[in-house]
RNA sequence: GGGCUAGUAGCUCAGCUGGUUAGAGCGCGCGCUUGAUAAGCGUGAGGUCGCAAGUUCAAAUCUUGCCUGGCCCA
């Protein structure tokens, strides 16, 4: 041969990489993005368009982002993406959650460490190393987001610590004083004796210790039913100081009770022959065992004979209690009694404990206040006046001992005993904690329909999933009123003043006015910085009124991002469209925004609400340090890349928790590789494509307008899924349309024409033209989910191609718009009959595979079958060259039923397929087996007629 | 214990209001190609549809219970 062949043959050719090296190029690209200000151009390309606020939900500022953060952001970043490029403005502005318990305890700990003592730093102080640390870790985390591909305003986020945030904040609390639904009220929080302190729940571990348990006798005073006449009900303890806070004892709607009557007393019992006593049944033997006595069951006592009656307290006629104890003690039906353990009614102290709180204030039981913080009791406490609970090095005081010989006293102890069990206990100081009554700040849910409201507002909202309507929907209506003051240091303060002649807050505007400007333009520290005198005015005295401390509830900031975020910024507006977390987002920040704003505004700060689930191992359990399955995001950025985790948030059924692990990132990496090649290819294949080649569809052949077809069915699938917010579904389609329609199929089938046909071809022309299309489509299309490798291609896609293409196109895939596809390129019947011809086309590579597994072809040029097919294949197949379609070099067409043997596919009923060998020569330029090719001999180019011709071109 | 929710091939997922041999992609095995080559093509093997009852002529699909997970509460 005189000259290489191969030189003639049109291979692809791209400088964009087969394997992406994402961990090196992704921090390139963001580079790019930033010199370019890619933000500052989507606005203004945005500009005039429709707004899409989606609300960023504010993360926690105090630690390095984990793989939850980055499913919640990267879907984020994704609908922002693919809404902005649908025809939407959709600015993004990142918010940060800095306030509260966790920041404060990093502080502590430094103090701790340090050797200090938290309350020896002065408050200002304290803020401002907490404000410190919550702005080192916003900065580390913005770092962190950005990595992951997110864009967005990151040199303008919104901190709730910001002075604008704080003074929007302590506005919001204004609101809730003036319309009344804000109240000072009393709870039971967990306290610490030792540390004087109330306790959140996460600042508490327990601990096993040994409590002396009781068994105490409340006489029916008052019954519904004679049963219960002259009879006692029995409840049992292990905390019997809270015995002067009892005010009601609660029974289970669904135990069966029973009368029993004492039949034998042991030596050192308690319990008196003839006595009646009330018990559920399945405890009953349990108590006589404990009671050291033997009991005869008596009447059946059902929970509705229990309904209504009246016990007395224990400690009812104490001589030195003045009548102290004197009041009616109710029995209360409570969800939560169980007769597992015990006896089946459970002593209600509203003071002391949630439950009985909660069972208190559905009956209107008063709240006792009993105990001080040192862990005494008020001077007011008959009896008990003094005594103490916890010492306060946190040791046993006496108030057990006292509650017990009262007991004794009075007859009512029926048995006593010891037990071990887990108990509460200070995190810090490992005290053994109580639950104590203090005086907290309410958002009432019955003021002004709160409640009603709120849930007319969920029925008002999308749900994505839908279910979770019925989540929150269940928790609004069940929920308590809302319990917004912290005893703490790090927050917005409830900025009030009490006034001191009759405790009620001040409710004068001017002076809730200076208050908040204050805040503006000094943060919340001027509520500690400043006199009183300088918010109260010149029409109020200071000495009047007390200042409160307590500072709001996290949640009620977070709620309050509408407020000032989504209000108060040009470039957003209330209600947004869209609100984004994970499920548990349903009892926090969903459920926070919700009452903040229909406490308010009287509606929802939302209009659509998506939900996500949560990440696990690839077993399906949560990630743990012990369990040594946890994935980290930065570890995944060093591994494979953003792309491949954005690849894994939407390939999965993230409307459920989302798996993740090795293997899953491995398969992730591998269907990346196929979105990846198929670029490469397109890249490779348009290389010195240009305008003038272009052809009209109306001129192509029918294979090029069955994709274009494909194309208008995949758009319509694409705005659809973008639409419903089902990214999962939309890299499905996309995936699968680059697996199977094109790699497999199109390229397969269009190698032949790409790589061999003159340029000048109209078939290779408008092989061209459509795979433009294509690359031009699926670059935009991946563009929200592979945030990098979209951008990769698409500025290779400019840097190879001329300069009327870079005049044309913007210079990143992100400032695109999916591209409009014509109407007309669908063609259903077009599309019907191409199911057909591949059909045909598996008969025909089925048939091939025997023979190349009995080593007669290698390659399927090697062969020319004979197809035997019905009229109805026969039509589908009209006007195309089946050879060219299965990749053989020849091919025969008979209509009729094949010859006995013949290769056949069970579902393609019909089609018959006989192998023949190709006849002729082999073309050196184009590999096909045709009688047309001359015989190899010296001085000759083995060449078909097409080749010949294509290569008289190539100069 | 309560509310919400899930359990389909090794992996990620489809399977609508019950109806022929349960599908797809990936991975895996085998083969081909060596002009997408640390790529591409073909082909094959993989499923007690969590378990057990029940309803029905018929259930992955409906009902109940149980098991194993998840989130939020208690």
Not at 547 to 555: G, L
Not at 633 to 654: F, K, T
Not at 840 to 864: F, N, Y
Request: charged share 25%; glycine share 8%.
């Amino acid at each position: 041969m005189t000259r290489d062949l191969k030189d003639t043959v049109f291979l692809p050719r791209t400088d964009f990489p087969m394997r992406g090296g994402l961990p090196k190029k992704e921090p390139e690209l963001l580079a790019h993005w930033a010199a370019i200000d890619l933000y500052g151009k989507l606005r203004q390309d945005g500009a005039e368009r429709a707004p899409f606020v989606l609300h960023d939900g504010p993360p926690y500022a105090n630690g390095n982002i984990h793989i939850g953060h980055a499913v919640n952001k990267i879907l984020k970043d994704v609908v922002i993406r693919s809404q902005q490029m649908q025809g939407r403005n959709a600015v993004y502005v990142p918010g940060w959650d800095c306030h509260g318990l966790p920041i404060e305890w990093k502080i502590e700990e430094k103090y701790r460490k340090a050797g200090k003592d938290k309350d020896e730093v002065p408050v200002l102080q304290f803020r401002a190393e907490c404000r410190n640390f919550a702005a080192e870790w916003v900065g580390i985390q913005a770092t962190e987001f950005r990595r992951l591909g997110v864009e967005g305003d990151w040199q303008n986020p919104y901190l709730t610590m910001a002075f604008d945030a704080e003074s929007a904040i302590v506005r919001e609390i204004h609101k809730f004083l003036l319309n009344g639904g804000l109240y000072k009220g009393a709870k039971p929080v967990m306290w610490s004796v030792v540390e004087k302190t109330a306790l959140a729940e996460a600042e508490v571990e327990y601990q096993d210790v040994t409590s002396p348990m009781i068994w105490v006798r409340f006489p029916v005073v008052t019954a519904p039913t004679p049963v219960l006449n002259g009879a006692a009900v029995v409840i049992w303890t292990t905390t019997p100081w809270t015995m002067p806070g009892n005010r009601a004892v609660a029974y289970g709607e669904d135990i069966p009770y029973a009368v029993y009557t004492v039949t034998e007393a042991q030596e050192g019992s308690l319990a008196k022959v003839g006595e009646k006593l009330i018990l559920a049944q399945a405890l009953a033997e349990g108590v006589a065992t404990s009671a050291k006595a033997t009991f005869a069951k008596g009447a059946d006592v059902a929970a509705a004979d229990l309904n209504g009656a009246i016990l007395a307290h224990p400690f009812r006629g104490h001589p030195e209690a003045n009548g102290g104890y004197d009041y009616p003690v109710p029995l209360l039906p409570g969800d939560h009694v169980t007769s597992d353990a015990g006896t089946g009614f459970v002593h209600t102290a509203p003071g002391h404990g949630a439950e009985d709180f909660d069972l208190g204030r559905k009956f209107g039981l008063e709240v006792p206040r009993t105990v001080d913080a040192d862990g005494s009791y008020y001077a007011h406490v008959p009896l008990f006046a003094g005594a103490r609970v916890y010492t306060p090095e946190g040791k046993p005081g006496d108030a057990n001992g006292k509650s017990i010989s009262a007991l004794i006293a009075q007859g009512a102890l029926l048995a006593k005993g010891n037990l071990k069990h887990s108990y509460p206990h200070s995190w810090r100081s490992k005290a053994p904690l109580i639950f104590r009554t203090t005086p907290q700040w309410f958002i009432s849910m019955d003021t002004n329909d709160l409640r009603a409201r709120a849930l007319a507002a969920i029925d008002e909202t999308q749900w994505v999933p839908p279910q979770g309507r019925n989540r929150i929907h269940a928790m609004v209506e069940s929920r308590p009123d809302w319990c917004i003051s912290r005893q703490r240091a790090w927050g917005v303060p409830i900025a009030l003043f009490l006034s001191k002649a009759d405790g009620q807050p001040l409710k004068d505007e001017g002076v809730l006015n200076r208050i908040a400007s204050f805040f503006e333009t000094e943060g919340a520290d001027a509520w500690y910085n400043r006199p009183a005198a300088d918010f109260l005015g010149p029409d109020y005295d200071p000495a009047d009124f007390d200042q409160v401390f307590d500072i709001v509830d996290v949640w009620f900031e977070s709620g309050s991002t509408h407020a000032f975020v989504l209000e108060r910024r040009n470039d957003l507006s209330s209600p947004a469209d869209l609100y984004l977390e994970g499920s548990d987002q349903h009892r926090g920040w969903f459920h926070s925004s919700l009452l903040e704003s229909c406490g308010t505004r009287g509606r929802a700060p939302f209009k659509a609400v998506l939900t996500h689930g949560f990440a696990l191992d690839e077993q399906g359990r949560k990630m743990s340090k012990s369990l040594g399955n946890v994935v980290a995001p930065q570890q995944v950025m060093e591994e494979y890349g953003a792309d491949i985790l954005r690849l894994w948030v939407v390939g999965s059924d993230y409307s459920e928790d989302l798996k993740v692990g090795k293997e899953i990132l491995k398969s992730n990496a591998d269907l990346y590789r196929r979105l990846r090649n198929t670029l490469r290819y397109l890249l490779g294949a348009l290389a010195d494509f240009t305008e003038a080649e272009r052809v009209e569809p109306a001129a192509m052949p029918d294979l090029e307008r069955w994709v274009l077809h494909r194309l208008a069915e995949m758009d319509a699938i694409v705005r659809q899924s973008t639409k419903e917010y089902d990214l999962h579904r939309l890299i499905t389609e996309l995936h699968n349309f680059c697996a199977v329609d094109l790699s497999a199929f199109y390229f397969d089938v269009r190698k032949d024409s790409l790589y061999c046909d003159a340029p000048t071809s109209a078939r290779r022309r408008a092989v061209r033209t459509v795979l433009e299309r294509l690359f031009v489509t699926l670059t935009a299309w991946l563009a929200p989910i592979l945030c990098f490798t979209a951008e990769e291609a698409w500025l290779a896609f400019l840097v190879e191609g001329d300069d009327a293409r870079r005049a044309a196109w913007p210079e990143s895939v992100h400032l695109r718009q999916f591209p409009d596809i014509p109407a007309d390129w669908r063609n259903d019947a077009l599309a019907a009959r191409w199911t057909v011809v591949r059909d045909v086309r598996r008969a025909v590579t089925g048939a091939l595979e025997l023979k190349r597994a009995d080593k007669t072809i290698g390659s399927s040029l090697q062969a020319h079958p004979t197809v035997y097919v019905q009229e109805a294949h026969q039509a589908a197949l009209a006007g195309l060259d089946l050879a060219e379609i299965s990749i053989t070099s020849g091919i025969t067409v008979m209509v009729g039923a094949a010859p006995e043997g013949a290769f056949a596919l069970a579902d393609v009923a019909g089609v018959g397929v006989v192998f023949g060998p190709a006849e002729g020569e082999k073309c050196e330029r184009c590999w096909r087996i045709l009688p047309e090719v001359p015989a190899a001999a010296e001085g000759v180019e083995q060449l078909c007629h097409r080749c010949d011709d294509a290569v008289g071109h190539h100069v």
